[in-house]
């Protein structure tokens, strides 16, 4: 049987032994962060090769890998919604070593209370948003709304009779189209396409009345003059269509738009994550990176992490309240 001395020599033994556990620990995580990063790297881009995601991946990752003096690999992760994506990256080692470019769908994905193999803030670290895009409200090139005013008022004496084209249910045009019909106070019908090429098909032929889309797609269509621009679903007009109202300078207090930011997995040693955010800030402000950003309708744009992680937050919660009052699903 111990004696109280004995027990308390046991006591001051386990902590000596869990103190010199944690301090080498910290030694050990110290160390990485001093040499890191000592082999190549690479970023997860739960999306197709050639689009939009894939582009700023690629525009952001080569000026990285000269300064951190790695290459950093893109491997595309398509399907499932990004879930694909983004559970490999929440599973990764919490080494640095595995980047993340992953934007509103993953956000919409955990609002949506769908069963995921990942928690969005629990596996993964954000580091900044990186790019911003604005959407564009589009309508058919001869219909007959010539503004928004008049298409939101026709709406309003019309409950249910407009039509309105998206990505598919749950999407991110989904949900903007959403979020500015319950801000300009109509109802409308949901036709989901699968994807936006057919969406604006449709636009074009005159089986839908409007269409959000982003601001790559959109903006040539209606430079083109394929089709009429009713609004920027942005605070500020975009200088690519000058001539485009914002949707709140025509009444509807609605913005939304795309928006990509970097993560890794949680866990990592913060030293790695304060680096990395220092020099994707750097790179962001880059003149290359803003050109590469405006060619697809969009600019850089950076936050601290804590920004990050609250804007996630504030979005995921925002995104749910509104999927509910709809009942909109998505599959598991």
């Known amino acids: 049987m111990f004696t109280l001395n004995s027990q308390r020599r046991q006591h001051l033994a386990t902590l000596f032994t869990i103190t010199v556990l944690a301090l ?14 000592s082999r190549p790297m690479r ?23 000269r300064e951190l ?41 955990a609002a949506s209370g769908r069963k995921l193999p990942y928690d969005l803030l629990r596996d993964l670290a954000p580091i900044s948003i990186v790019y911003s895009g604005a959407q564009v409200m589009m309508g058919k090139k001869d219909g007959p709304f010539n503004n928004l005013q008049d298409m939101v008022k026709y709406a ?25 019909n319950q801000a300009a106070a109509i109802k409308a019908a949901h036709i989901p396409y699968k994807g936006v090429a057919p969406a604006m098909n449709d636009l074009a032929g005159g089986h839908i009345d409007y269409v959000i889309g982003g601001s790559t797609a959109a903006i040539p269509a209606i430079k083109n003059g394929q089709f009429r621009g009713l609004a920027i679903m942005s605070k500020q007009r975009s200088p690519e269509l000058p001539d485009v109202p914002t949707a709140i300078e025509q009444g509807i207090n609605a913005e939304t738009g795309s928006w990509y930011g970097m993560f890794t997995r ?25 050109e590469r950003f405006r060619n697809l309708g969009g600019e850089p744009r950076s936050m601290t992490t ?18 509910k009052q709809l009942n909109i699903k998505l599959d598991d």
């Open 156 to 180: 309003r004496a019309n409950p249910d009779k407009l039509r309105f084209g998206s990505t598919g249910i749950g999407t991110s045009v989904h949900m903007s189209s959403e979020i500015f």
């Open 69 to 109: 003096g790695q290459p950093i690999l893109i491997v595309n992760r398509d399907g499932a919604g990004t879930v694909i994506g983004l559970n490999e990256a929440a599973h990764a080692s919490a080494d640095g070593y595995t980047l993340l470019l992953s934007g509103d769908a993953g956000v919409i994905n």
């Open 24 to 37: 080498g620990l910290h030694g050990i995580a110290s160390a990485q962060a001093q040499t890191y990063p």
């Open 266 to 290: 949680a866990g990592t040693p913060p030293e790695i994550i304060a680096r990395l955010h220092a020099l994707l800030t750097t790179t962001l402000a880059s003149p290359q990176v803003t």
């Open 306 to 323: 804590e920004q990050f992680r609250t804007y996630l937050r504030d979005e995921t919660q925002k995104l749910s309240k509104l999927m």
């Open 43 to 65: 970023m997860i881009v739960p999306f197709a090769p050639g689009g939009a995601a894939d582009i700023i991946a690629r525009s952001i990752t080569e000026p990285m890998s």
